[in-house]
């Protein structure tokens, strides 16, 4: 019997692309509005540990209003700390964003850090963070499960680890670095120092350095110095990195680490820091995961055929024949002036669009792959990267005279995409009718 899906959906289909034509290249790659990293450390208050939740926002993604000859931009970020049904605590926090330009929305001073720090006694909560965009009236919630330790606890125990863009004593912090004014609050001071925390946890490129703070607590430790070792492990949970230092100890005192992510290939890593005595038994360890983006010496040393081929979803067929022309010697300063020219803000450190593209690629690749073809070469790998995560995905699996497909919906731009899984091995092939732009994507042909 023939699958009846066909007749239903492909009217449908055919109505939604019609009129509604892709109009420009990197519709659906937005960066992130926000991200958000937590941390836990010990504290002196009996029973209570202390939770930071640190948050970056891009302006860029704000709306900005035109108000006496300038444009402002105003927002709020809440945090609920819940345990169970029951409601432990609450903040919220407004801001205003005032530009004189509209280029300057998206200029030299591109994102916000700041966060919240609490003391709660150790347990499973569950966070909700919520920025609301006050003049466009929408929010973006996100929610997480977090663990917060007892760190009175039998020792020895170290922190979390908390990834940073920079670490600065407060006595050498400069007047005129252009992060001083991020220092000013209190969240970002932990003993003598200020931790300028990384909320995204990408690397790569402008920012290859990859810097950790954390604390390890031992106050029973009886020998002079401790050894930590610090290991880096890619996906497949192959280690790539390792070091070990010894360090004299003191109990609380702070870990700082700095990491040269140059020659890493882009994609998740996990980063692992044990504790080793004397007998060379490992004691303790924390870890945390973070992202390589592409880094130009690192695409120069890997693949740069295979990078130029990745950029099909964003790059016009002229972009990358003329990458494919370049020398040798100046690929790097190709590759970086290809990304300058799609970043949304050229004055910061983060490429955000970059940053995006390459998180979907990852997505992708961890959620679509199939044997011996990646993810992002998939037809929903394509979709995906283009449009990122669909405001809803209706699923049939199981229907009696059909074949497995699927149904992905986005509301902005206006898209309905139909995937069926033609041969039932897994691969979701995308069906007629389809945009033409999208034909091309698949084709290898740009955008």
């Known amino acids: 019997m023939k699958p009846n899906y066909l007749k239903a959906i492909l009217p449908v289909l055919a109505a939604v692309f019609l009129g509604h034509p892709l109009c420009e290249a990197q519709v659906g790659l937005q960066p992130r509005a926000i991200y958000v990293d937590f941390a836990t450390f010990a504290s002196d208050s009996a029973g209570y540990s202390s939770f930071r939740i640190y948050y970056q926002i891009y302006s860029s993604q704000l709306l900005y209003a035109r108000q ?3 444009f402002v931009a105003r927002y709020s970020v809440s945090a609920v700390i819940k345990k169970g049904k029951k409601q432990i605590t609450s903040s919220e926090v407004d801001g205003i964003l005032k530009e004189e330009s ?3 929305t998206t200029g030299q001073r591109d994102f916000v850090i700041n966060g919240f720090s609490y003391l709660l006694p150790p347990g499973k909560y569950q966070v909700t963070i919520t920025l609301r965009d006050l003049n466009a009236d929408n929010s973006v919630p996100l929610t997480a499960e977090v663990t917060i330790p007892d760190y009175q606890a039998k020792p020895p125990l170290f ?3 908390l990834f940073a863009r920079k670490i600065v004593s407060e006595s050498a912090i400069a007047d005129d670095d252009p992060l001083s004014a991020e220092y000013i609050s209190s969240i970002f001071a932990i003993d003598t120092l200020r931790v300028l925390p990384s909320c995204s946890r990408i690397f790569g490129d402008d920012n290859n350095r990859l810097m950790i703070y954390a604390e390890y607590y031992d106050p029973t430790a009886v020998s002079e110095s401790v050894r930590f070792c610090y290991e880096i492990k890619d996906p497949k949970g192959s280690l790539v990195f390792s070091q070990t230092t010894d360090i004299p100890w003191v109990s609380g005192r702070p870990l700082i680490q700095e990491f040269d992510l140059a020659h890493f290939k882009p994609g998740p890593y996990e980063l692992i820091v044990t504790a080793i005595d004397p007998k060379e038994r490992r004691i303790a360890g924390t870890s945390g995961r973070f992202r390589v983006s592409w880094s130009a010496l ?13 950029l099909r979803y964003i790059a016009a067929p002229a972009e ?5 022309k370049v020398a040798e010697n100046d690929r790097a300063k190709a590759w970086n002036d290809f990304w300058k020219s799609k970043d949304p803000s050229p004055g910061t450190e983060e490429n955000e669009i970059r940053d995006e593209y390459y998180r979907r690629v990852a997505y992708a690749n961890e959620h679509y792959s199939l044997p ?3 993810g992002w070469r998939t037809d929903a790998g394509m979709v995906y990267i283009t449009y990122g995560e669909p405001d809803e995905i209706e699923r049939h699996p199981f229907d009696i005279e059909s074949k497995p497909y699927e149904l992905w919906y986005y509301y902005n731009p206006r898209r309905t995409f139909l995937f069926v899984d033609i041969n039932g091995y897994g691969e979701y092939v995308l069906q007629y009718p389809y945009d033409g ?11």
Do not use: M, P
């Not at 690192?298 to 990745?310: H, I, M, P, R, Y």
């Not at 990358?320 to 494919?324: Q, V």
């Open 68 to 70: 006496r000859g300038n």
């Open 102 to 104: 509209y280029e300057a």
């Open 159 to 161: 922190s979390s680890l």
């Open 298 to 310: 690192a695409l120069v040393k890997n693949d740069f055929e295979g990078a130029l081929e990745q």
């Open 320 to 324: 990358i024949e003329s990458l494919k």
């Open 372 to 374: 011996g073809k990646e």
């Open 437 to 447: 732009d999208i034909q091309k994507l698949r084709n290898g042909g740009g955008r």
